[in-house]
């Protein structure tokens, strides 16, 4: 029973720490700071610090079979740099408890997906669940009015695109993380965006005027947001099993959205509020349905 305890307190640790990256990094996108340049610096250091973890125990090595080298190049570019570069890009068009909220949704893609490549159709509850994502997306998207004008079209686009992310971090690459690891994988994952982020910036990388606020969250970023984060839930996760991991990891979006309105000032309507509640019990019925 403390075992179980002390997980639950883990996986809430985890998802705490997680919902504060998105809020220090909404800060620093306030302040002008580029998203290209956030990430660059996210995904190299904490790509160094799991290398040197990986090296630490003995772990680290290169990759030799092409079908491996190919899968961690897919699982870089289209789960590790979707679902991180992506998120942050959704923060800074609208707001971090917003764009958690819609990356939070991947269970549910997730869930589709499986279906269409099973030929199974989708249980009950995954049919509302659905239709629950569905309503809440809208009212997000278009704040209950259907009007273009009304729609923040990119801040939606990179949110959806973040959720894919998710969806191809949860489900791809299970080969080389089940034979390598999962530190070793996200290790080279984090270094190789790293490299593509730098290309993105023109293999330069902006200079910023930095005071001690900055360097502060910068470094709850990468330490906190990231490094902990991941960690803790993972340590979490091994103690309560993923069901009830992902049950409790409700606290994420519901986290970064009061953070978000606390911290930095976000204000919410009652209809995301709404939308908000809609996406979380979508996902609890989706969870049930497993």
Known sequence: MKSYNMGVLLVILGALFWASSGVMAESLFKKSYSVEWVNFYRLLLSGLFLALLSFSLKKMQLFTNPKELL??????????FLAQFAYFKAIFYIDAGTATMIQYSAPLF???F?????KVPPKSLDMIALILLVIALFFLAFKGEFSLERLNFWGFFWGIFGAFGVVYYSLGARGI???????FILAWASLIDSIVLLAILGGEIPSYTWNLIDYSTMFGIIVIGTILAFSLYLKGLERVGALQASMISCIEPVAAALMSFLFIGTHYSMLDILAFGLIIFSVILNSKAR
């Open 71 to 80: 899968s961690l190049l897919l699982f870089s570019l289209l789960g590790l």
């Open 110 to 112: 997730i869930m589709l």
């Open 114 to 118: 499986l279906c269409v490549k099973n």
């Open 177 to 183: 993380i089940q034979k390598y690891g999962v530190i």
